[in-house]
């Protein structure tokens, strides 16, 4: 007699944000995803049963937070470099090049500038897998019981923030990745359990993280600015 529950998924939440200013220019971006799933096989009654007994859980689950942001100032020093190149051979340009009023104007348009771009990466899961039997109740079975209960999670958050423009006097880059794992993984058989006829008796819960290809061997939280 088999009991089984089992689930799988793979879950992401992608968030970018771009900014461009002729000022000040802001660019932010949060990128969010929570888990509170609940995977369970419960035996809640007495059983006789001719041969073994299985009872399962299983869950396997994938989650990716990634989020991005760029700013930059505005193209006002480019289009100055451009224009300055076509009328240098101009008189007049040359004469201005020589004097304040073109030192301020090219001070104005290419500098003064300033980008922020902030980035917030967030995964957040609390997984539930159960596989039991409910205390009290009579079991007679003619085989093994097995009471198994398994959780392959894998997640991973980043956050980048990219501030660098060349027409910026200043540029602050934020990036932050944050994971949490509260999941729980559990196996028993209930107190007050009355088990005859049994060959072998097994109860296992295993949980494993961050073990396929794509998540092992990188960082399961990143922040790059």
Request: no cysteine; charged share 15%; proline share 0%.
């Amino acid at each position: 007699l088999a009991l089984q529950a089992s689930s799988r998924g793979e879950h992401s939440a992608t968030a970018k944000g771009e900014a461009k200013s002729g000022t000040v220019a802001v660019g932010a971006s949060v990128g969010v995803i929570t888990s509170r799933s609940t995977t369970q096989a419960t035996l809640d009654r007495d059983l006789t049963a001719g041969g073994g007994l299985d009872i399962a859980a299983a869950s396997k689950r994938s989650y990716v937070s990634d989020a991005s942001a760029s700013a930059g100032g505005s193209l006002a020093k480019e289009m100055y470099d451009l224009y300055k190149g076509q009328s240098q051979s101009a008189a007049s340009t040359k004469a201005l090049e020589g004097s304040q009023d073109a030192q301020t104007n090219q001070a104005t348009q290419g500098g003064g500038k300033v980008a922020i771009a902030a980035a917030v990466g967030l995964a957040v899961i609390a997984d539930k897998v159960d596989a039991s039997v409910a205390g009290g109740h009579q079991l007679a079975t003619g085989g093994a019981i097995d009471v198994s209960a398994s959780q392959d999670s894998n997640f991973r958050a980043r956050g980048a923030g990219d501030a660098v423009s060349a027409a910026s006097k200043a540029g602050v880059g934020v990036g932050v990745g944050i994971a949490v794992s509260n999941s729980s993984t559990s196996a028993q058989l209930g107190d007050h359990t009355h088990i005859t006829g049994a060959q072998d008796i097994s109860v296992t819960a295993e949980s494993t993280q961050n073990r396929d290809a794509a998540f092992a061997n990188r960082l399961t939280a990143e922040g790059i600015a």
